[in-house]
C-alpha cells in the first residue's frame, strides 16, 4: 500500500470506494442514442441573438441566488400551478441530490431513512440515497413493468419511506404508470414521506402531475429541460407546497446555476414553441420506429411515452457489440435488473439517424 492508498482507505467511505464511476462511453465517431438526448438544436437563425446574450452576460458576477426571472419563466411557460413556486437544479440528477441530503438521518441504533423505488429504475435514486447515507429500497415492478400495488403497499407499511420516487414516464421502461395507483401511493405515504414524481419525459408524454400539485401536500414533481433538447446547459427544477420548497432551498448550494444556463434557459423558453415542435416530430418519429422495431424477427418491443424505445432480443451482449461495430451506440441493459433481460434501449433520433440503426440492427440480428 502507497501512502496515498492508506490515506484514501483512511478517509474515503468504503461505500463510496467500492463503487465504480458513473460510466458515459466515448461517442465521438458514433450515432449516439444512448442518452436521450434532442438530436435537434435550435435553428440557426437564432443563434447570432444567444450569442449576444451570452456575451452580455455579467460573467465577472456571482448569479442572482434568486433566479427570480428564470423562475418567472418556468412557472409561465411550463404549467406550474398558481400559487406554487420551482427550485432549480444543476440538472435534476442535483435535485434529487438536494432531497436526499435534506431527508437523510440515523437514528441511535443506526436505522437510516429509507428511499424507495419502483425497479428497475433511474440509476440516480439509488446512488443519490447511497451517497446521503439512505438505505435504499427497489420493489420490483410486475413483468409487464406496472406497478406492483401489493408490494408497494407491503413496502411502504414496513419500511415507512421518507422519500418515494417515481419516474412519469418510467426510465429505463418507458412506460406510464396508472396514475390512479400513483395517487393511492402518495396517499398512503401521507405527512410520513414524501412523493417525488420524476417527469423527466413529460415534453413527450404530455401528461402529468404538476397540477395535481395543490391535491398532494406530499408531492413534489421534477423536471429538466434536458431531455427537451437542452441536456448541455444542465437545468432541472422542482415544485411542491411552498413551504416544503423553502426546505429544500437552504440545502441548494446559493449559486448552483450558472449565468450562462441562465441566459440560455431564458432565451430558450422565449423559443418554447421551436422545443415543442421537436418534441412532436420525436413522437411522431417513436411511433414509426416503434412500429418498424416491432417487424423485425425475433424483437420485442414495448409501449414507451418517452423519447426512447425499449426492446428485447434473442442476445442483447452480441446485438449492442454488432451495433458498437457499426458506429450505432445504444444502452444494453440486460443486465441491469433480471426484468430487463437482453433488453435493449434506443433514443429516438432523426428520420437519417433512426433509419441507420434499423439497417445496423436488421444487419446484427442476420448476421
Ligand atoms: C435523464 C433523467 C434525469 C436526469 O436529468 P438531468 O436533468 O439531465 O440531470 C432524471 N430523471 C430521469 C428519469 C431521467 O431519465
New binding site residues.
Given amino acids: 500500500m502507497t501512502s496515498l492508498d492508506r490515506l484514501i482507505a483512511n478517509t474515503i467511505r468504503a461505500d463510496v470506494r467500492a463503487v465504480s464511476s458513473y460510466n458515459v462511453p466515448d461517442s465521438s465517431g458514433y450515432i449516439k442514442l444512448d442518452?436521450?438526448e434532442n438530436p435537434y438544436q435550435l435553428p440557426p437563425a437564432l443563434h447570432a441573438e444567444l450569442g449576444q446574450r451570452l456575451a452580455a452576460a455579467a460573467l465577472n458576477r456571482y448569479p442572482l441566488p434568486a433566479y427570480a426571472t428564470l423562475k418567472a419563466a418556468i412557472c409561465a411557460e411550463l404549467g406550474v400551478p398558481e400559487g406554487y413556486d420551482v427550485i432549480l437544479?444543476?440538472?435534476?440528477?442535483?435535485?434529487?441530490s438536494i432531497i436526499d441530503m435534506a431527508t437523510a438521518s440515523q437514528d441511535r441504533q443506526g436505522a437510516r431513512s429509507v428511499v424507495l423505488a419502483p425497479v428497475p429504475?433511474?440509476v440516480?435514486y439509488q446512488r443519490s440515497a447511497q451517497f446521503a447515507g439512505m438505505e435504499f429500497i427497489g420493489v420490483p415492478l410486475t413483468a409487464d413493468f406496472a406497478l406492483d400495488m401489493p408490494a408497494m403497499r407491503a413496502a411502504i407499511a414496513s419500511h415507512q419511506p421518507s422519500v418515494l420516487y417515481l419516474?412519469y414516464?418510467?426510465?429505463?421502461t418507458g412506460n406510464l404508470y396508472d396514475a390512479a395507483d400513483m395517487a393511492e401511493l402518495i396517499d398512503l405515504l401521507g405527512d410520513k414521506g414524501l412523493a417525488v414524481v420524476?417527469e423527466?419525459?413529460e415534453p413527450f408524454a404530455q401528461t402529468s402531475f404538476m397540477e395535481h400539485l395543490p391535491e398532494f401536500p406530499n408531492l413534489i414533481v421534477?423536471?429538466?429541460?434536458?431531455?427537451l433538447g437542452l441536456?448541455g446547459i444542465?437545468?432541472?427544477y422542482m415544485s411542491a407546497a411552498p413551504a416544503l420548497l423553502a426546505q429544500f432551498d437552504k440545502v441548494r448550494p446559493p449559486y448552483n446555476i450558472n449565468v450562462l444556463t441562465q441566459v440560455a434557459a431564458e432565451f430558450a423558453l422565449e423559443h418554447i414553441d421551436i422545443l415543442d415542435a421537436q418534441a412532436d416530430t420525436l413522437n411522431g418519429a417513436r411511433t414509426t420506429l416503434s412500429a418498424a422495431l416491432a417487424a423485425l424477427p425475433g424483437v420485442q418491443v414495448f409501449e414507451s411515452s418517452?423519447n426512447f424505445l425499449l426492446f428485447r432480443v434473442a442476445d442483447a451482449d452480441a446485438v449492442t457489440a454488432k451495433l458498437a461495430s457499426a458506429k450505432v451506440l445504444v444502452k444494453n441493459l440486460g443486465k441491469m435488473h433480471p426484468l430487463l433481460a437482453h433488453c435493449i434501449r434506443v433514443t429516438v433520433s432523426t428520420p437519417e439517424e433512426n433509419t441507420a440503426f434499423l439497417a445496423a440492427l436488421t444487419e446484427a440480428l442476420t448476421s
Wanted: avoid cysteine.
Fill in positions: 442518452a436521450m437544479g444543476n440538472g435534476s440528477d442535483e435535485l434529487i429504475a433511474f440516480m419516474a414516464p418510467n426510465n429505463p420524476d423527466a419525459y421534477m423536471r429538466t429541460l434536458s431531455k441536456a444542465r437545468l432541472g418517452a
